[in-house]
């Protein structure tokens, strides 16, 4: 009699265990679908932006770009701070910062190393 009400005592505990555990697995399951729901979106929105701003590029240029994102496993420009290249980050040469100095600000430049287009700006170090 006092195993059968102990037995009976441990399967309400573990009853009890396992209704605790799925309700964590429900929160866990909830919260990522709410996570993947703002993935998507988020995705939309840039997809959205980045169609704005690349119609504002002039098509060459663009063009450009793109074939270096894809050799470049998607980073086709980088920008140049204090004078690395963000995209393979290798120290410029002298000569070639020397180069990019001189060139007008409207000057498709590139990085030596990785040939990823340079973006220049007041961090470059130039
Ligand atoms: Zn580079």
Known sequence: MERRESAQERAAELTERVGSVQGKIDDALARRDAALEGFDSEAASVAKEREVIAASVP?????????????????????????????CRQELAITELAEIRKAPSDTVVRCENCRRILVRTSESGL
Do not use: F, P
Not at 60 to 74: A, F, I, S, V
């Open 59 to 87: 098509a060459d240029l663009l063009k450009l770009y793109e074939k270096l994102r894809e050799q470049q496993g998607g980073v086709g420009a980088a920008k140049l701070y204090q004078r690395t290249c963000q995209g």
